[in-house]
């Protein structure tokens, strides 16, 4: 799988891709991270990426211009394949597990990663397949929302968390928050593991291990624990 963002940060996005997990995965070939500088494809001659918007109003708007050009020039784009392209932005829904494991189906996906106020609607409605929001804040610009998508759905690309670890085998996947883990010792500033982990009895475990997801997931996102009674109603 290959991932191509735009960025006028790429610095930003190499330092993150390279390191743990996904590093590993792009050196065994399973992904590529293609962190392109938009700045590289403006036509002014000081070099701007941005000007004030029509109207009036706070701050400067990314131009269409080179974000366009950029897009043009990426790979997959010049060779005339369909590609989706997400647009980070907060005036979208908002990304989760679904969403990962659909994006990681994509032989290619392109992130435009927005600065200032925002993009010239132009560009977005030329290019954009699908808008991203990552939460119900605001923050300077795109990269790190793209970074938390990447993350999310490479991780779902079959071998990029190893041999054995299936990326489903986590919170979410079937709709309840994970159940609380323990290593060695088997006692630490007095708190003992829960017995029933200790038993080697793997149908108990199995029955504790749900029990406390479902415990969790009612106090710590009652949202979600309305849905998944709903979706698991025995009749
Ligand atoms: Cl995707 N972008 C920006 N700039 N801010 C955000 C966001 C995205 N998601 C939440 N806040």
Not at 6 to 13: A, S
Not at 76 to 105: C, H, L, S, W
Request: aromatic content about 8%; hydrophobic content about 35%; glycine content about 8%.
């Amino acid at each position: 799988m290959n991932f191509h963002i735009m960025t006028l940060f790429p610095e930003m996005i190499e330092g993150a891709a390279n390191t743990s997990i996904l590093g590993r995965a792009i050196d065994k070939g399973l992904l590529s991270v293609n962190a392109v500088d938009i700045r590289e494809y403006t036509a002014n001659k000081h070099n701007r990426v941005d000007d004030y918007t029509y109207g009036g109003g706070a701050g400067m708007l990314m131009q269409a211009q080179p974000i366009y050009d950029c897009y043009m020039n990426l790979q997959p784009v010049r060779e005339g394949r369909k590609v989706r392209t997400i647009y980070m932005t907060p005036q979208a829904k908002v990304f989760n597990q679904d969403m990962a494991r659909e994006f990681a189906k994509e032989e290619d996906i392109v992130f435009l990663c927005g600065h200032y106020e925002g993009i010239d609607e132009r560009v977005l409605e030329e290019i954009v397949t699908d808008y991203v929001s990552i939460g119900d804040y605001v923050l300077t610009g795109g990269e790190l929302p793209a970074l938390v998508c990447m993350d999310a759905i490479a991780r779902m690309v079959p071998g990029v968390l190893g041999n054995e670890v299936s990326g489903e085998t986590e919170s979410f996947d079937d709709g309840l928050l994970e159940y609380p883990q323990y290593s060695r010792p088997e006692e630490w500033k007095g708190k003992r593991v829960p017995d029933v982990l200790l038993s080697g009895h793997h149908a108990n475990i199995e029955k504790w291990r749900h029990e406390q997801s479902l415990c969790r997931t009612k106090e710590r996102r009652p949202d979600l624990y309305e849905k998944y009674l709903a979706t698991h109603e025995k009749l």
